[in-house]
């Protein structure tokens, strides 16, 4: 018998997930991935575009097409660059305002999430994940 597809299950239980952040972060007008933007970038402090597109492991025109709109949201600003080098991004007041606000919604839906699973399954998450 065929067993069903591991990359298939994955996905589904992705989407899953994130519609569980989602729901959570609405609350302040985020979604999950934006959320996840600001909180690289308030980590750091100022990232240029590229390096923000390395560490969340993303392509740079997914990154660009996303700060796009933390940009149009005041959320994000593009500190000058002048000479031509690469322009370094960071939080605006109100984008550190609004991560402040969602941090909590985060950690709830992070909790939500947790009660779901058991540790052998978190573990199991982290595993395939790649990260630790």
Same mark, same amino acid.
């Given at each position: ?31 999950? %991935? ?66 402040? %606000? ?6 709830? %839906? ?23």
């Amino acid at each position: 018998m065929d067993s069903p597809c591991y990359c298939d299950l994955l996905r589904t239980a992705a989407r899953k997930t994130t519609a569980i952040y989602d729901r959570h972060l609405a609350e302040v007008g985020l979604t999950l %991935a934006q959320y996840k933007l600001l909180k690289k970038i308030n980590l750091v402090g100022k990232l240029s575009i590229s390096e923000l597109a390395a560490v969340c492991d993303l392509d740079r025109s997914t990154i660009g097409r996303n700060v796009q709109v933390l940009e149009k949201h005041d959320l994000v600003e593009e500190t000058s660059c002048g000479d031509g080098r690469r322009c370094m991004l960071r939080l605006t007041d109100q984008g550190r305002q609004r991560f402040a %606000a969602a941090s909590p919604l985060w950690q709830a %839906a992070q909790g939500e999430i947790e009660a779901s699973l058991n540790p052998e399954q978190i573990s199991a998450i982290t595993a395939i994940s790649g990260v630790l």
